[in-house]
């Protein structure tokens, strides 16, 4: 019963889905939403503002520094997380 | 909604592994098999993200030939993809890391717990 | 509870490629400004060195060079190394985070001394992510109790 109506909802997500897909950009397009607005600037400054040649490491420790600082905050969270949820102090 | 295949079949691939992942959320009893649903869900969005960015004819976002001075090299945007959806997908990538061991420390209190991992005989030993 | 096996080819092979695999992660860390590659890919590929070694050999090899002490240890000094740079680059003058202020203690210009400050940075992500993966492995293998002594080793 579970696994039928797990499939029913499944298919009838799936096909919303694929109605709603027609209306994104295709795939490869250079004039999607997606590369426009602040995409280009990063592509062509990244090199003279920061020095250094890979876009996706000058995006992500220079530009958007502060998202990774807290990222880096949030795996320490998780290490201390698993230590606190294994760990009983009953014995 | 066929002849749109052929141009947007990225979106395709993402709408099946999106519906598997739920499917397996939704309709199977082990718990360590719905975790792994939800990990497929996760890849799915951020497999989505990542061919968003994709231009066509253009080359990985990393400038060739330049290290440290680049004031006479002339980039252009249409020459490389987008490399901001790579640059959000790492930290999702990481997030999700985070989530699956958090959640496997949590199957293993709940194994020494109720001795079971089965969903349904947990839901049992719980109203009794 | 892990059963002891004695296996020679894993050994031996595992022997040979620890050191190997450390390097690579390193060097992955090192590249990240002129390859693909940075502190998460180098962090990880870091820690699967320390990962292979319980699954080859027995885990008290891992625990003696992984004690718990000094798992938190690397575990926060990742975090530390991140914001004590970008702390510093407060006291300089400039915003919280802005590299080009570091020129002021290091002798290259603005542009350049934003290049030495993700290479910094990209360093304490590396610690962290490394020093995470290995004590969420020990972890959930020995069910938190990380310091008490394996019993039942040698079956």
Redesign the interface.
Known sequence: MKKFLGVAIAIAALMVLLQGVEDLPPWGDPNQPASLHVSPRYIEKSLTETGVPNMVTAVLADYRGYDTLFETAVIFTAGVAVLMILRRSAP | MIDTFFTHYNYWVFAVLLMIGLYSMMAKNNLMKKLIGMNIFQWAIILYFISIGAKRGAQIPIVVGAHGQGENLAIHAAEYINPLPHVLMLTAIVVGVATTGISLALLIAIYKQYDTIEEDKIIEALKK | MIRHQEDIIIQTICRMLIPFMQVYGLYVLAH?????????QGGCIFAASFILMPIAYDLDKAKRRFTERRTILF??L??FI??GV?WLCLLLGGN??D?GKLSAILPVGP??A??Y??AV??T??QI??M???V??FI??IT????EEEMRNTHD
């Open positions: 990240g400004h002129g390859s693909p590659g940075g502190g998460f575990c926060s990742g975090v991140y914001a970008g919280f985070l590299y542009v350049m934003r290049y400050g993700i940075i990209e304490g992500v962290t992510v020093a995470v993966m004590s969420i972890n959930l069910s938190g109790r990380h």
